[in-house]
DNA sequence: TGTATACTGTTGATCTTTACAACGATCAAG
DNA sequence: CTTGATCGTTGTAAAGATCAACAGTATACA
């Protein structure tokens, strides 16, 4: 006998082979990676995304950061008290105009996010072991090109 | 001015950076659009990734099924229902072991496997249209090799 | 034969997540 | 001062996935 007297239980061909679905079941696996690796800090990755919105400098209001990243607003609500519950955000009424609050990263807030770093690479690097570095970066550059064409927020708007 | 005075509400670099995020993001917009696609047909992809699998000509019974393609068993039962109602499948009990069901594939279904199919096809072939030709193809081949690293169901064993 | 254990499909309950609509507070226009 | 729009917040509802029980059936074993 060759192994098991079972027959392998497989995805069939015609699934493997289009890259789409093979995109949407990655997609899913990388998101419970994710999903579970973080949580072993008391954090999502969204939470992580507000984190490097906040990081980029702009001082950033709570309608812009759920915009840039596709967020719910009433989502954002929740995500955002976690992370000042957690000290690592601060929110204040931005004086001129009472409406809004000004999100602002902490000091702590800041420690986190390089934690957070060192987290995000040594989890892509772990899932896209099976890719040499060549590979990787040609990956990348392929996902990149369907990003700005299918991901909202991350085309880069010409002038 | 430039363009707009707005500033451009785009995804910090620093995910747009990760191959993982890209993946996570390009998943769920690939899932989106195939939902909304099948749903006009009344249709999720679910059905579809079951009809493929009775295709593939062993007789199928719900276990196998549910377990080839990593869903519930309770969650199959469901679609196999509407499948059913739909009169693109037929489920009868096994004569040699009444416990299981043999589900079949009717003439009709086999139709509508085709159309799904050209669906997913044209699906495809529109997501990937910022790439060429030989880009599509080493993006699947890349995919395909996290996925046999990654899904479990995708892993083709070796004797 | 009889009994215990394991498996199959089914059902139902629970939990999480997401999306959507309504609300008070505030600002801008006329 | 009134009207309409915007911001953050809250609550609700709808949807999916997960998990545990259930009756029917098969297998193992004494």
Redesign the interface.
Known sequence: M??SGK??????E???????F??????????ER?FSAYEELGLH?YHH?IL??L??G?RETQG?IA???GYDRGQLVGLLDELETAGLVERRRDPSDRRRHVVQMTTTGRKTLAKL?AL?KS??ED?????DER??K???A??????????P?????L?
Do not use: N, W, Y
């Open positions: 060759t192994t027959v392998a239980i497989r995805l069939p015609e699934l493997t082979s289009s890259a789409l093979l995109l949407k079941r990655l997609g899913m696996a990388a998101k994710s990755p995304a490097a919105v990081d980029e702009t812009s915009d840039s990243l770093r995000s989890l892509e899932f896209l072991a099976p890719l590979q990787q040609v990956l990348h392929l996902l990149l090109a369907l990003a700005e064409e299918h991901l927020t991350c085309r880069r708007d002038a």
